[in-house]
């Protein structure tokens, strides 16, 4: 991370919910670049400690808070401890979310809801209980949901349906905060080098050139382009944009761009 602060979000206060690593590690570090103070907050102390100091060593303002997004009371106090550092809320990132491949025939129950538990009603917690901590007008909320919101695919009934469902909260929030100054979007991130989910989804060689094959662009992309789309929509430069699902996919989204005959 770039000790470089160009001051696009100097004086507002930002709260990044899953941001031990990855994606929302890299927006917490770039929010923090553009001038944010920002608390992130992830299950593990260890690590959400660590994800701190790599802010405040480059010389961003960083609180590290330890909270499980399913569970609301850790959460607010989360929030609480945010206030307290940094002054009401201007900018939230609900990031935090599970996954794994599995075949619908052979996903538990129990598995199934875990994840519907982290991506969905973790998503609707971080939004809903930080209401009251909220800048209004002016504030921005952002949520990480995925191109599987809006294409079926294999082995992914669990976080294709939570998805679907962080969209649709997204869109209603975006309607209802909407006349209190506050805006609600989602960043739908295509395959990004470098991150867990990537590691987990295209394990091998050979799956992961079949994924490149697909896109439009024909790359996977970078932790840094979705963390610029997050800084467009916490901006001034997103100030009309609300109830967004923004594609940084590659043209994932799209369908299967490789040419190949249908079978």
Same mark, same amino acid.
């Given at each position: 991370?770039?000790?470089?602060?160009?001051?696009?979000?100097?004086?507002?206060?930002?709260?990044?919910?899953?941001?031990?690593?990855?994606?929302?590690?890299?927006?917490?570090?770039?929010?923090?670049?553009?001038?944010?103070?920002?608390?992130?907050?992830?299950?593990?102390?260890?690590?959400?400690?660590?994800?701190?100091?790599?802010?405040?060593?480059?010389?961003?303002?960083?609180?590290?808070?330890?909270?499980?997004?399913?569970?609301?009371?850790?959460?607010?106090?989360?929030?609480?401890?945010?206030?307290?550092?940094?002054?009401?809320?201007?900018?939230?990132?609900? +990031?935090?979310?599970?996954?794994?491949?599995?075949?619908?025939?052979?996903?538990?129950?129990?598995?199934?809801?875990?994840?519907?538990?982290?991506?969905?009603?973790?998503?609707?917690?971080?939004?809903?209980?930080?209401?009251?901590?909220?800048?209004?007008?002016?504030?921005?909320?952002?949520?990480?949901?995925?191109?599987?919101?809006?294409?079926?695919?294999?082995?992914?009934?669990?976080?294709?349906?939570?998805?679907?469902?962080?969209?649709?909260?997204?869109?209603?929030?975006?309607?209802?905060?909407?006349?209190? +100054?506050?805006?609600?979007?989602?960043?739908?991130?295509?395959?990004?080098?470098?991150?867990?989910?990537?590691?987990?989804?295209?394990?091998?060689?050979?799956?992961?050139?079949?994924?490149?094959?697909?896109?439009?662009?024909?790359?996977?992309?970078?932790?840094?382009?979705?963390?610029?789309?997050?800084?467009?929509?916490?901006?001034?430069?997103?100030?009309?944009?609300?109830?967004?699902?923004?594609?940084?996919?590659?043209?994932?989204?799209?369908?299967?761009?490789?040419?190949?005959?249908?079978?």
């Amino acid at each position: 991370m770039s000790a470089f602060r160009d001051g696009l979000l100097a004086g507002r206060t930002a709260f990044v919910a899953g941001a031990s690593g990855g994606i929302n590690l890299g927006i917490a570090q770039a929010l923090a670049r553009a001038g944010a103070a920002v608390t992130v907050v992830s299950r593990s102390a260890d690590r959400i400690a660590a994800a701190a100091a790599t802010i405040t060593e480059a010389g961003g303002r960083a609180l590290g808070v330890a909270a499980d997004v399913r569970e609301p009371e850790a959460l607010q106090a989360a929030y609480a401890a945010a206030v307290a550092a940094f002054g009401p809320i201007d900018i939230v990132v609900s +990031g935090a979310a599970g996954n794994f491949p599995a075949a619908a025939a052979e996903l538990s129950p129990k598995g199934f809801k875990t994840v519907v538990d982290i991506d969905l009603l973790g998503t609707f917690n971080v939004f809903r209980l930080s209401y009251e901590h909220l800048r209004k007008p002016g504030a921005s909320l952002i949520a990480i949901t995925a191109p599987g919101a809006r294409r079926p695919g294999l082995n992914q009934v669990h976080a294709n349906a939570a998805k679907a469902g962080v969209n649709m909260v997204v869109q209603c929030l975006a309607m209802e905060w909407g006349q209190a +100054g506050v805006r609600v979007n989602a960043i739908s991130p295509g395959p990004i080098s470098g991150t867990e989910g990537m590691a987990r989804l295209a394990a091998s060689p050979e799956r992961e050139q079949a994924i490149r094959s697909r896109l439009a662009l024909r790359r996977y992309g970078e932790i840094e382009d979705i963390a610029q789309a997050a800084l467009y929509l916490a901006g001034d430069a997103g100030r009309y944009v609300t109830g967004a699902i923004l594609d940084c996919d590659g043209g994932m989204v799209l369908g299967d761009a490789s040419g190949a005959a249908p079978r």
